[in-house]
Structure formats: C-alpha cells, structure tokens
C-alpha cells in the first residue's frame, strides 16, 4: 500500500492518476515542518481537484483521504487550548461535505480519516487525549503519526535491544487508544536508517495494528526498505526537486516497487 503526503491539490490530483492508494493532506505550504492541519478551503480545493480529474477521466475508483490534526509545527506536546483547537479542526473536517454533484464520476466528498499524536512532556503518549481524539474520530480510522519517532527515541532500554520494554508499553497504549495505524521512520532520520527498528515494531505488533514506513521513502530504496524492515505500507511525499509538489514519475515508480514487492510476497 502506497500512501502520498499531498501540500496542495496539485500533488493531490499527480498522486491519484499515478495510481496511489491514499492520500495525506497536510496544510498548504507545511511541507518543510512535516505537515500541519489543512484548512477547510484546502480541503475543498483537493476534492474538487480530484473531482475534476475523476470526470475528466472517467474514472470511478476512488482514493481514502487522511486529514493531519496537528495545529502547529515543532513539538507534540499540547497545551490545553492548543488541544481544543485540535478537536475544533477535528469537528469541522469530520463534518465537512463537498460531494458536489451527484453524477456518475463524482466520488469525492469528505475526509476519510485522520492522522495525529500527542505525546506528555517526557515524550511518552499521552493515552488520554489521544483517545478522546480518536473517540471524537469514529467511525473514521486514525493513524498515530511520526510523533511516535520521539518516543523512540527518549526509550532507551539496554545494550542488545532494538527496541526497550518502554517503547513496547507505549506501542501498546497506541493500540489501546484505537488507532489503524503507526507511521514512524523507526525514530531514525530515515525509515532506511531505522528499518531495523521498524521490523521490530511490526514484530511487537503482530497485527494489532499497521506499522508504515515513512521518512525518505523513495523508489530507489523501497525495496530494500521492504526486505530490512519487513513494511507493506510505505509513506511518502513523493517530491524529488525541493519543491512542494509530488512527482508524477516518482508516484508511478513507487507504485510500481510496492505493488511488485506486495506480488512477490503474496
């Protein structure tokens, strides 16, 4: 499975006719600090796009669309009107409706998940306000995002271990909370680099939910990325020339690595 961080509805509509199989929406301009909440107008602005390219294509197939809840770029400790915020935006993208025309080829409407993560100020997950996030997302699935890397990272655990006992409790508290799914670079600047630790979370995990590797991924290293870590689901923003838009070429590429690697392992 291939998901594609999208900045603007430009990626958006290059990931979708490049055959991704889910979309990230992140902020307008928020690619350099790793996402932030979109607002309502990006929203409608995607869905239209997708629309538009939908009709335009003839095509009836549709594409999940995961909004960030993140009101702020640095840490992903919150305070308590900062976490307000993040329900208010949660509220109002859950509830937000742009299908639009009922014809045939216009599938796209509403969001269709939501991604987040809020950890306590000695970096472990705050399971509390999580779960209220999710509560207050249902039915729609939540992916806790890289804030996990943090808590890898302050883990520790002795000399041998891949991953601690900690960052196996706080894996078990994600679970706990609700979440479909962990995105986490294995607490490294790269899923690469931290494909080691990426292996060992899916491990930990052993389907109680779904670990993604995200940090790096290209198609040039998603193959070996799959066979160190053992991933099925890769994250990327698919941009190759330092600007803020994905490319066609690379979405293809991807595409094309994740669905052979998936072939091979089936």
């Known amino acids: 499975m291939l998901e594609i961080a999208i900045f603007n509805s430009s990626s958006a509509v290059i990931a979708y006719t490049s055959a991704a199989d889910r979309l990230e929406l992140c902020a307008d301009g928020s690619s350099t600090n790793g996402g932030t909440t979109p607002t309502l107008d990006t929203l409608r602005s995607v869905i239209d796009s997708l629309n538009q390219s939908t009709h335009h294509l003839q095509r009836r197939k ?63 997950v705050d399971r ?20 996990f890397d943090q808590v890898i990272q302050a883990g520790g655990g002795t000399s041998g271990e891949i991953i601690s006992d900690d960052v196996r409790g706080q894996l078990k508290s994600i679970i706990d ?63 190759v020339d330092h600007s803020d838009v994905a490319s066609s070429e690379e979405v293809r590429a991807l595409k094309r690595e994740v669905s052979s690697l998936t072939t091979r392992c089936s």
């Not at 640095?74 to 639009?100: H, T």
């Not at 509560?135 to 995002?145: D, K, M, V, W, Y």
């Not at 600047?189 to 899916?202: Q, S, Y």
């Open 62 to 124: 549709n594409i999940p669309i995961y909004a960030m809840i993140r009101p702020r770029a640095g840490d992903f400790v919150y305070s308590e009107e900062e976490f307000r915020v993040m329900k208010e935006q949660l509220r109002q993208l859950k509830e937000a409706d742009y299908s639009g025309s009922s014809g045939d080829y216009f599938k796209f409407g509403r969001v269709d998940g939501f991604v987040f993560g809020i950890l306590t100020p000695d970096n472990k």
């Open 128 to 147: 509390t306000r999580n779960e209220e996030l999710v509560r207050l997302a249902a039915p729609l699935p939540c992916t806790f995002h890289r804030a």
């Open 177 to 239: 909370a609700g979440f479909a799914a962990i995105l986490t670079s294995g607490g490294e600047k790269t899923a690469l680099e931290g494909a080691e630790k990426i292996a060992a979370l899916t491990e930990a995990a052993d389907g109680r939910i779904a670990i993604i590797a995200g940090g790096g991924v290209r198609s040039t290293n998603a193959r070996d990325l799959r066979h160190r870590a053992g991933t099925m689901v890769f994250h990327s923003s698919a941009v």
